[in-house]
């Protein structure tokens, strides 16, 4: 709340400044009767402006600085002896003081955990104190710096135009900051991931059962309880993958043939949209109905036929995922059959082939790089989608190629390994990263090469 | 040339007798198609049925209606309203013992099986209840309680009269005594007032999705604070002001891989930055909102480029022609015309954020929370991983109450995408 109020007052202060500005430009225009070099709103901006960026960026240098800074002090603080100690580890021992800190006991932490809380609190309390005191200050000296500025002279309008546009350059970065971020995060973790685990254990076991250490050394010393083989997960992101196909691409794509060759355009204009409603649906509302409506069906009908089918089956959830990526085939592969020239279609005709003929012989064809591409495009959304496969796929790592029988995906293998509380350092956790640089690999590759396709095919007709 | 030559008249014969096959071709592909977009209608209309179904009933419960004497000395033994002296009283023994007098159990056992047939969020309600209205004290007044959720299943009909006692999970007393209530005409079955105003519980008849609900809301403002104004900068800069160089074409490439990113791997870059790094709390709508903006940014960004796109140069021309600068063209002239697209994505954005699910149990908004959250800064979960929560419930009230939840959740989605379309075509001009 702290923050939130000094933000308040930093913004309340520039919008002062601007006032000010203003208020001097117009009077500048009016006692010296010139014209004055911008419109008078610019010099107030410029003054806003000028007051508001330095003293948010300090803003944002303190509250983000300030955690980091008083997390390496405290180290100072912890006793000896528990630094020396086994099983010392400097991120619990600071979650300990900072959950003392925000007043979550559980049980009598040791006296040393108490002090130290005690230090850190007194901390926050001079930080608040150093941060609105150094950034209203600064708000102030800077917007009386651009106040200072204002003459009729000064080209404010040029100098604001400048600000802006670096302001619009900036935050066209962020994208390629979030996709440092995402590498940087998943990267270092899997390397680490890497050191304790051979990658070739990981991308060419057969065994996926992590265990956490803590476990491990429970079991009286026995190493190499857990195993790390990815190829079950693999093979069941496949499988499901596979059946979503079997169900998606013929109906997508006849869909898709339907719509863009035989379909009036108000047909058009209706089931297109209606079709695009299945991708809008959230996920895990499509887990819910395959846990719930789907599996329990498959699991009496199979009854029936005499089969034994799990409770939470490849089947279900591949099943569902189908019916989930059905619009990414049939709107795309429909806009790509929409962009072949009418003029192959009339050489078609002219030779007097039937409709089916040239779709099939002639439209088809020419089409196919980017039917291709929407398959491709949706396998990708398939090995990367996680509610349906958390919800209904089961977490058994079974190497199977029977669909009914549960498996496991890379995806839901990682929430569940990522959901809840876990420690940092253990192999268990990692192997999460692991497997999430895998899918990223996967998944940015297909798209990579499906766009890539895409674009061949466009200059063919162009 | 030995090839046999055919004659005019037989040719026109072979192709006669072909083209009834071509032709019934040419039909089956025209059937097949229509199959297909009949079976993709069918399974969207089958899933729309499963959950109405499902989840229309979720929004009623069964109430029972028990004549309470509001006595203040009991309810409220220090006299000052406090929660303190709220829960000091002895709400739940006056319930009880009008529930007592009804259905007369005899014996310890029965009694504490007696109990157990109104919910126990019993003694909260009647706190509730005087803190909003004092005069009550002194009356006695008739007051509707929920009933516990197994008896909500029987009366459903879930759980069988038929079924062996040792199976059920209500015993053949508790029956007895529901019939005598409803003999008395004192349960009555209406609208739920906990799905609504409700907040997460473990107990299925006082589940509701307030809390949840509030949790979506601020995460989703977060969402949009962050995401529009810097998608918008960001389409800015790339269509009117960059030229194209590496740097350019570096960005564009990115924002087209993060579109593909799996929505996992967000959640695992703001587990492994915000939180790890940062060190902020988990499970707060601060940290989901930005996950969700940077998961949303590419939406944005590709709608509103085409937004700017379709702005005809001729009005960027005539703006330049009475001496605007080039920051006065875009945003006096391009960006208002190109903001209903811009609205479009960022709505159509920010109804795919709003049903996201997987970032977010990775940054721990799967915690279950009683609270309703206040400011983005308190602990708080959202609507769809409220739903994937209750769906992990083995009470067959959740199954109920899940699809409710759902039910609001598709009706919040319809309408920001009907709201869209409607934009797109009222706002949107053709050049």
Known sequence: MFNFYLLIGIIFISLLFFIIGHNEAKNIKKINNIKLHSLSHYYGIFVLLASLLPSLGMYFIFTIGDDLLFASLIQNYVPIEVVNSEDYNFTIVLAQIKNSVEGLIFGTPDQWVTDAAEVWKSWVYQSQILTSISCIFTAIISGFLGYRKINHKFRSRNAVEKIVMSILAVSSIIAILTTVAIIFSVVFESIRFFALIPYDDFLFGTVWNPQFEGAERAGSGQEGLSQYGAIPLFAGTFLISIIALCVSVPIGLFSAIYLSEYATSKERAFFKPLLEILAGIPTVVYGFFAALTVAPFLRSSGSVLGLDVASESALAAGLVMGIMIIPFISSLSDDVINAVPQSLRDAGYGLGSTKNETVMKIVLPAALPGVVASIILAVSRAVGETMIVVMAAGLAANLTANPLEAVTTVTSQIVTILVGDQEFESAKTLSAFALALTLIIITLGMNFYALHIVKKYREQYE | ?431
């Open chain 2, 1 to 431: 040339m030995n090839k046999k030559r055919i004659t005019p008249l037989e040719a026109t014969n072979t192709v006669k007798k072909s083209i009834v096959k071509r032709r019934s071709k040419d039909n089956r592909l025209k059937l097949y198609g229509r199959i297909a977009i009949g079976l993709a209608v069918c399974f969207l209309l089958f899933l729309f049925y499963s959950i109405f179904t499902k989840g229309y009933p979720g929004f009623f419960q069964y109430y029972v209606t028990l004549d309470i004497n509001f006595d203040r000395d009991r309810i409220d033994p220090q006299g000052d309203l406090s929660d303190n002296s709220l829960f000091d009283g002895e709400a739940s023994k006056i319930v009880n013992e009008s529930l007592f007098s009804i259905i007369e159990p005899k014996g310890r056992k029965a009694k504490k099986q007696a109990k157990k047939i109104v919910s126990s969020g019993k003694d909260v309600r009647i706190a509730k209840m005087v803190k909003n209205n004092p005069s009550l004290f002194g009356t006695i007044t008739k007051v509707k309680f929920a009933l516990d959720d197994d008896i909500d299943s029987f009366l459903r009909g879930y759980i069988k009269r038929e079924t062996p006692e040792s199976e059920r999970r209500i015993s053949d007393k508790v029956i007895g005594f529901v019939d005598k209530l409803n003999q008395d005409g004192r349960i009555t079955y209406e609208f739920s007032d906990y799905i609504l105003k409700g907040s997460a519980s473990g107990n299925p008849e006082m589940a509701g999705i307030k809390g949840a609900f509030i949790g979506s809301m601020l995460t989703l403002s977060i969402c949009l604070l962050i995401s529009f104004p810097l998608g918008v900068a960001t389409a800015v800069y790339l269509e009117e002001i960059a030229k194209k160089n590496r740097i350019t074409e570096f960005i564009e490439v990115n924002i087209n891989n993060l579109a593909a990113v799996p929505s996992v791997v967000f959640g695992i870059m703001g587990l492994a930055i915000f939180i790890s790094i940062f060190g902020m709390p988990r499970s707060i709508p601060l940290v989901g909102g930005m996950v969700l903006a940077l998961m949303t940014l590419p939406t944005i960004i590709i709608s509103s480029r085409a937004a700017i796109r379709a702005v005809p140069p001729s009005v960027r021309d005539a703006a330049y022609g009475i001496g605007a600068s080039k920051l006065q063209v875009i945003f006096h002239h391009v960006i208002p015309l190109a903001m209903p697209g811009m609205l479009t994505g960022t709505i159509i954005g920010m109804a795919q954020a709003l049903g996201e699910t997987a970032p977010l149990l990775m940054i721990g908004m799967v915690a279950f929370i009683v609270d309703i959250p206040n400011s983005v800064m308190d602990p708080g979960t959202v609507l769809p991983v409220q739903i994937f929560m209750w769906a992990d419930f083995a009470e067959r009230m959740f199954i109920q109450k899940t699809s409710a939840a759902i039910i609001v959740l598709l009706g919040f989605l319809i309408s920001m995408n009907a709201f869209a379309v409607y934009l797109r075509k009222k706002l949107e001009r053709r050049w």
